[in-house]
């Protein structure tokens, strides 16, 4: 043997004991990215590195990646195969290379001016767009393609699609591998023989003349598997795929079996649907082909695979549709897959409600007279102002004049506090409504009325409406209020006058109620003040008007001049309920609860739920409705997690829970849906007193915060807590706001 032979020899064993060893990649280095794509073969691509190993230079490969060419691919010219080969491989090394400079190696000469190309070749100009991020960062150079050896090789030698490649496709593992042997272009062709020795289908046909027609040939790869097992032995308990059995492997057909068969296992017989793979039996429908599955076990778990899986995403009933047909067939499949959708307890807690809301627009009593009924709304959530520091306001509207009142008050004051603020402001010169319309509910609206009829000391008794989506009226007094208020009070809800003195919100609510009170309003088309009393109410800017000459009715042309406002008023509000009717109605519809339904209640005001407010379930429950209150209102019997929320909520919060029978879909029991994580903190017992207040910014929000001392803690205990927080809240908020008048007044 020669030296040379013998060099050659001992590089060979070298080579074959010490493979190339991959190396880490350094991210404050370039990178260099060699591509090449073989026309109709495959793609490649290695990312190499120049690093400093034990002083000197050292050029290591990061990962080599590769795939063959799709069908379509395959057809591409030489410049759109290799463009194709540097998106993909960008795409697939972007944890590699988003951020970094790095040059890119071809032996495709028209790749070089890729960014600039001006074409008309719609793959190339949507490729463009994808690689325009990396056009500072990436550099295209030129390689003669004798010379490019390092990724001409992996172009034509593409790997298995298994995990260990870097370009491993599951979506293509999932798949059972069909290798098409011979295939007729012809449109219409059916299986002549089941051969099942072989696995095959009989790769030809004889008609009466003796010609051979070529017919499609499948065949499969062996299935070793327990679930295809399992389908196999569950044919032989099922009497339709027995009878299909047999027919399928007879040469002829049989009549008197098929006559045994039912709908739609005969009607898709009769339309060849039917075919065997390694004696399992598949459906095919167009251009797919499923696996005949008649086992609830089996069903449920091609329902659980395609649609519960975090790689499915519990994505809707026309999304899953697409992957059971191309995976499973069986009777009234697609009726079930709906079922089992809806009934899904993660979709309905999880997903948004979309569509109509529930609840129409409940007609409301009209009056005949001002102050007949009335609506009534707080607005909470106010800086402390005025001398009591009230943090509320109470908003009274008439329905009939539409006139307003405007009562400051405490954000915590109860049925009795709000029955002595009607009292002192409004019974004097309103009288007693007939009708008030609250959205709070029903048990503080009933002790509303017993304690002003105490004051009054009659027992006659008046009805309350309790409407949790009433038509606006006090909601859209509230948004002018503020309006008006902020244009004064823009920062820290205080103003100076021309004079220097500083007002705040509570001595600005006589003013607002006034310009209100004398603004045209857009229904009526009167002011307030007219309708109620039959004049405006003067104003500064009026006695610049006395010189006018003004003329006085008489007492008999004031009615009726006054009753025909009032005419004029009532059928103005008619028409505007009317036409806000059916606006309303175009977006909502009546919810068909009954008492003893399941519904899920929305998460937009539970403030117990754990984790990210983005990440929360949008709906909990499900919870027993215990009664309807009016339409739009039920009553529910909360869980014990939820036991201090309160049972009543509007049917817009509301919406239907669904559930199938248990034994159904049996996966559902081996994996049942998690429970409602709802956060509990432990109570430190009975609160002593507050001691403090401050104002912080939370979720974008300004909030006023107490820090509350317990009884029988340490000072370790104290707690900042929210006015909603505090345990007996009303109680300990008075004193604590008494206390800071009584260190003002001796200030």
């Given at each position: 043997m020669t030296k040379e032979r013998s060099d050659a020899y001992e590089r060979i064993k070298h080579e074959l004991t010490n493979a190339p060893v991959l190396i880490l990649p350094d991210f404050e280095l370039p990178f260099k990215l060699y591509i090449d794509a073989a026309c109709s073969q495959g793609l490649e691509a290695a990312l190499h590195q120049r690093q400093i190993v034990n002083g000197e230079p050292s050029k290591g490969v990061i990962c080599y990646i590769s795939r063959k060419l799709k069908y379509s691919e395959a057809r591409y010219g030489s410049t759109q195969t290799e463009c194709l080969c540097l998106v993909w491989a960008l795409e697939k090394l972007h944890y590699y290379l988003e951020g970094a400079v790095f040059e890119v190696y071809t032996d495709c000469t028209?790749?070089?001016?890729?960014?600039?190309?001006?074409?008309?070749?719609?793959?190339?100009?949507?490729?463009?767009?994808a690689i325009q991020e990396d056009r500072g960062n990436m550099t295209i150079i030129y390689k003669e393609g004798k010379s490019h050896t390092n990724a001409d090789g992996l172009s034509r030698w593409p790997l298995d699609n298994v995990k260990s490649n870097p370009a491993y496709d599951p979506e293509v593992a999932a798949k059972i591998p069909i290798h098409f042997m011979e295939v007729d272009r012809r449109k219409n062709f059916r299986f002549s023989e089941w051969a099942p020795e072989s696995g095959t289908l009989d790769s030809g046909n004889t008609d009466s003349e003796g010609t051979e027609t070529p017919i499609l040939g499948i065949s499969s790869s062996e299935l070793h598997n327990e679930f295809f097992s399992a389908v196999l032995k569950s044919y032989a308990?099922?009497?339709?795929?027995?009878?299909?059995?047999?027919?399928?492997?007879?040469?002829?057909?049989?009549?008197?079996?098929?006559?045994?068969?039912?709908?739609?296992?005969?009607?898709?017989?009769?339309?060849?649907?039917?075919?065997?793979?390694?004696?399992?039996?598949?459906?095919?429908?167009?251009?797919?082909?499923?696996?005949?599955?008649?086992?609830?076990?089996?069903?449920?778990?091609?329902?659980?695979?395609?649609?519960d899986c975090p790689y499915m995403g519990h994505m809707s009933e026309d999304r899953t549709k697409e992957r059971v047909a191309s995976t499973a067939w069986w009777p009234k499949w697609e009726q079930e897959l709906g079922e089992y959708i809806n009934t899904c307890e993660r979709c309905q807690k999880a997903n948004r409600k979309h569509g109509k809301k529930y609840g129409l627009l409940q007609h409301i009593e009209e009056p005949k007279h001002p102050w007949e009924t009335i609506n009534m709304d707080w607005v909470t959530g106010l800086v402390p102002g005025g001398k009591e520091n009230y943090n509320a306001c109470l908003i009274i509207v008439?329905?009939?004049?539409?006139?307003?009142?405007?009562?400051?008050?405490?954000?915590?004051?109860t049925a009795m506090d709000?029955?002595?603020?009607?009292?002192?402001?409004i019974i004097s010169t309103c009288g007693v409504p007939k009708i008030i319309i609250s959205d709070r509910d029903p048990k503080f609206?009933?002790?509303?009325?017993?304690?002003?009829?105490?004051?009054?000391?009659?027992?006659?008794?008046f009805s309350t409406a309790y409407h949790p989506q009433t038509d606006g009226l006090a909601e859209r007094m509230i948004q002018t209020m503020e309006d008006i208020l902020r244009r004064f009070c823009a920062y820290g809800m205080e103003y100076k006058?021309?004079?220097?003195?500083?007002?705040?919100?509570?001595?600005?609510?006589?003013?607002?109620?006034?310009?209100?009170?004398t603004s045209?309003?857009?229904?009526?088309?009167?002011?307030?003040?007219?309708?109620?009393?039959?004049?405006?109410?003067?104003?500064?800017?009026?006695?610049?008007?006395?010189?006018?000459?003004?003329?006085?009715?008489?007492?008999?042309?004031?009615?009726?001049?006054?009753?025909?406002?009032?005419?004029?008023?009532?059928?103005?509000?008619?028409?505007?309920?009317?036409?806000?009717?059916?606006?309303?109605?175009?977006?909502?519809?009546?919810?068909d609860f009954k008492e003893g339904d399941q519904v899920l209640v929305s998460t937009l005001n539970f403030n117990n739920l754990k984790g990210p407010k983005k990440m929360r379930?949008?709906?909990?429950?499900?919870?027993?409705?215990?009664?309807?209150?009016?339409?739009?209102?039920?009553?529910?019997?909360?869980?014990?997690?939820?036991?201090?929320?309160?049972?009543?909520?509007?049917?817009?919060?509301?919406?239907?829970?669904?559930?199938?029978?248990?034994?159904?879909f049996p996966s559902r029991k081996k994996n049942p849906t998690p429970p409602d994580i709802v956060e509990v903190e432990d109570s430190p017992g009975p609160v002593s007193k507050i001691i403090r207040a401050r104002k912080i910014r939370l979720n974008g929000k300004d909030q006023r915060q107490y820090l509350v001392i317990f009884k029988h803690q340490t000072a370790d205990k104290d707690k900042w807590l929210a006015e909603d927080a505090i345990p007996d809240g009303n109680l300990h908020l008075r004193r604590f706001r008494a206390s800071r008048r009584t260190e003002q007044s001796h200030q």
């Open positions: 028209a790749l070089k001016s890729l960014l600039n190309m001006k074409t008309t070749n719609r793959h190339i100009l949507r490729w463009q767009i308990k099922h009497k339709q795929c027995g009878i299909l059995l047999q027919l399928l492997q007879q040469k002829y057909r049989s009549p008197e079996l098929e006559s045994q068969l039912e709908e739609p296992w005969l009607r898709a017989y009769k339309d060849n649907k039917f075919f065997l793979i390694d004696g399992l039996l598949y459906h095919r429908e167009k251009h797919t082909s499923a696996l005949t599955v008649v086992d609830r076990d089996h069903i449920s778990l091609i329902l659980q695979e395609c649609h008439d329905r009939f004049s539409k006139s307003m009142r405007c009562l400051p008050c405490h954000k915590e004051d709000t029955a002595l603020l009607f009292w002192n402001n609206t009933s002790e509303f009325w017993t304690n002003l009829y105490d004051m009054l000391g009659t027992k006659l008794a006058d021309h004079e220097g003195y500083t007002h705040d919100w509570v001595t600005l609510l006589p003013a607002v109620q006034l310009a209100y009170n045209q309003h857009s229904t009526t088309g009167k002011t307030p003040a007219v309708v109620e009393k039959g004049w405006n109410t003067f104003l500064p800017v009026d006695h610049l008007k006395k010189n006018l000459l003004t003329i006085h009715p008489t007492a008999k042309d004031f009615h009726d001049m006054w009753r025909r406002a009032c005419d004029t008023v009532a059928k103005c509000i008619a028409e505007a309920n009317e036409y806000n009717k059916q606006r309303w109605d175009k977006t909502h519809m009546e919810p379930d949008s709906f909990v429950g499900p919870f027993t409705i215990i009664r309807l209150i009016g339409k739009n209102a039920v009553e529910v019997k909360l869980t014990e997690e939820f036991s201090k929320k309160h049972p009543f909520f509007p049917v817009s919060l509301a919406k239907p829970y669904f559930q199938t029978e248990e034994d159904k």
